[in-house]
Every structure is written in structure tokens, then in C-alpha cells.
């Protein structure tokens, strides 16, 4: 089928999946009406010689021409795609590119998440692969964790209740927070991180509590952001308020009295409930990210300045140094300032 001839609505539609990767919808919608994946691409305009896309490690591609056939093929407006299939308008193929439907391989790292399986059933025979803006997700409503499509991870969370009920907490700071909450739950995952290589704060308590429910040991790395999870949500919670203070120019080390960076690391063993441990050496972690994050407002300038009030918790904060840029996808550690690595050696790690 020609790019320019028409197209046929097909007879059923497959319900919309929020954040599900453009190979992924195909498939669904391809078997939903017994075709084969290669004749609906065909259908939208791709090449006679088209071959199937494996949606656990490629993407579909489509330019804009194709995108305007998926969705008289589908009978859904080009918009309710584009918000569903959250990869579709990242493409960079061109309306005057001859091929306008192109399979691509996913990025080492950046591989598809699978949907949980509960929520997709009654929706598709076939797993659903959701977009990776991490290499996990939670899924709230059935209380389910899920990774990437190298771990093919489907865990049930009845045990971790905590894990579920830091993720509402995270999506509510995301919420208040804008884009920048990214970057501070990146950070604190990496502070997190710093704790569990370095056998610091809860190791011996509440993180060897979930890797035994989990039934791993500390070699299990990609379990690691699980169980760090209930206090990595609590860090960037801190962080946040934090953050909100420094916006407005005002200093933790030299500004209103109780805010002062050792202060603010006890307060933030006390919400971890983990005050001894945060003294005995947990600080240090975050101290790094309060060196990346210090103000830059000379202190004579601040002092100069009438005192103003942190931004409200319903105001997005603005971007900050040291983060300018953030990467929407891919793991959280590409989002953090700090140098770290899970797996790599503490003694590797650059302070400078």
C-alpha cells in the first residue's frame, strides 16, 4: 500500500494505554483485528519489506504522514495518540522522507518497561511495554513493581506496602514540585545508593527486612531501587524543601536560625527515623549533593535583601543549579549531579 492511498478505518479499536511504546500499541492493534503486525505497518504506509518489531527492545518509528494514517486506521484523533503513546511525536522523520514508518533499537539502558500485567488484562494477549522514563515502575492500583524487559520482573508488593505508599507520596511532591522533582528523586535515589554501598543508615534494619521478603542478597543490584525506595521518596521530600529555600536566594549555612546544614541533615535523619545513624557517618552523602547544590547568592547580597518567603509547596520550583537539563527517560542516575554508580566502588567516586 502506497503512502498516498487511502486508508480503511479498521473495525475494532484497542483501548489506549497510557505511556505505551508505539510497538507496542501496533501489536495490540494489529492482533485485535487479526492482522499481522507487518500488514497494519503496511496499512499506514511502511514498506512492502517491513519486518516485525520485537517491542521488548525496538521502537516504531513513524513521520508524520504515517502518524495521520494510524489514526484514521485506528479512528482516534492524532492528538488522543500522541497523549496515550507518549514516544510518538519523537520521531525525526520528515513528511517529504520516503520511508515514513522506520523500526529503531532502543538505546543499552533505556529498554521498555512491561506494563503491570494485571492492568493490561482483558487488554491484550501479549504483554504491554510502556515507555522507560525509568527502568521501573509502581503500579498503585494493583500494588505491583515492574522493571525492565531484560528482568521481565513482575512483583507483587502485599509485603512492602511501604513501597506503594511512597510512590502516591512521590507522585504528590511531582505534582507540587514540576519537572524538577525528577531530578531531586534522582539524587536522592543517589543518596540512597551512597548509604546501601557504604552499609550506612537502614542496611542492617529495614533494607535487609525487604531483601529477605524479596528473597535476594546484596548481589541482586537491580533490586537495589526497590529497596531503597520508602527512604529515597523521604530524601527527595526533604530536598525539596530545601530546594524551595534556596529559590528565593536564602542560605541553610548562614541563614535563619535552625535551617543551617547540620541541622538540616538531622532533621532529615529524624524523618528517616535514623538519627544515630545519620550522625555516625550518614551525613556525608548528603553533604556531597549540598555541595552541588550550595547557594551562590553572596552572603552580602542576601543580607542586603529584605527577607522573602520560600516558594509556596503549590508553586513548581524553577530549574536550579547544577541541574539545567533534565533527560525525561532512561535511568534516574542520568538525571542525578552526583558522581556515583550502583556497583562501582565508593573509593572510585571523584569529590571534587
Avoid at 168 to 175: A, D, I, S, T
Avoid at 256 to 265: E, K, L
Avoid at 343 to 351: A, E, H, K, V
Amino acid at each position: 500500500m502506497g503512502i498516498d492511498d487511502p486508508v480503511a478505518p479498521l473495525p475494532r479499536r484497542a483501548v489506549m494505554v497510557r505511556g505505551e511504546t508505539v510497538a507496542s500499541y501496533l501489536w495490540r492493534l494489529a492482533e485485535h483485528n487479526g492482522l499481522r503486525f507487518e500488514e497494519l505497518a503496511r496499512h499506514i504506509g511502511a514498506p512492502r519489506t517491513i519486518r516485525p518489531a520485537d517491542p521488548r527492545l525496538e521502537e516504531v518509528r513513524l513521520g508524520p504522514l504515517a502518524r495521520q494514517r494510524l489514526a484514521e486506521a485506528s479512528g482516534r484523533p492524532v492528538g488522543q495518540l500522541a497523549q496515550a503513546l507518549v514516544s510518538l511525536d519523537d520521531s525525526r522523520i520528515s513528511a517529504r522522507a520516503r520511508h515514513q514508518v522506520q523500526i529503531e533499537s532502543w538505546p543499552e539502558g533505556r529498554l521498555p518497561v512491561q506494563a503491570c500485567a494485571l492492568c493490561a488484562a482483558g487488554r491484550s494477549e501479549r504483554p504491554v511495554w510502556r515507555v522507560p522514563s525509568e527502568q521501573w515502575a509502581v503500579c498503585v492500583r494493583h500494588g505491583r513493581w515492574t522493571a525492565t524487559a531484560q528482568g521481565h520482573f513482575q512483583i507483587g508488593l502485599e509485603q512492602l506496602p511501604e513501597v506503594v505508599d511512597a510512590h502516591v507520596r512521590r507522585v504528590r511532591l511531582e505534582r507540587r514540585t514540576g519537572p524538577h522533582a525528577r531530578v531531586l528523586m534522582a539524587d536522592a535515589q543517589q543518596v540512597a545508593v551512597y548509604w546501601w554501598q557504604c552499609r550506612q543508615m537502614a542496611w542492617r534494619g529495614v533494607w535487609r527486612k525487604r531483601q529477605e521478603i524479596l528473597g535476594v542478597d546484596r548481589s541482586a543490584l537491580w533490586a537495589v531501587p526497590l529497596v531503597v525506595y520508602p527512604e529515597a521518596v523521604t530524601v527527595a521530600e526533604a530536598m525539596a524543601v530545601r530546594e524551595r529555600q534556596r529559590a528565593v536566594g536564602r542560605s541553610f549555612a548562614g541563614g535563619p536560625a535552625g535551617w543551617s546544614t547540620g541541622r538540616w541533615t538531622a532533621w532529615v535523619g529524624e524523618r528517616l527515623g535514623m538519627r544515630e545513624e545519620m550522625a555516625d557517618g550518614g551525613h556525608r552523602g548528603l553533604e556531597a549533593w549540598l555541595m552541588a547544590h550550595r547557594n551562590t547568592v553572596p552572603v552580602v547580597m542576601r543580607l542586603a535583601q529584605q527577607e522573602e518567603r520560600a516558594v509556596p509547596r503549590s508553586v513548581p520550583l524553577p530549574l536550579l543549579e547544577p541541574h539545567r537539563v533534565i533527560p525525561l527517560h532512561g535511568p534516574l542516575e542520568e538525571a542525578s549531579c552526583l558522581p556515583w554508580r550502583l556497583g562501582s566502588p565508593m573509593t572510585s567516586t571523584s569529590w571534587g
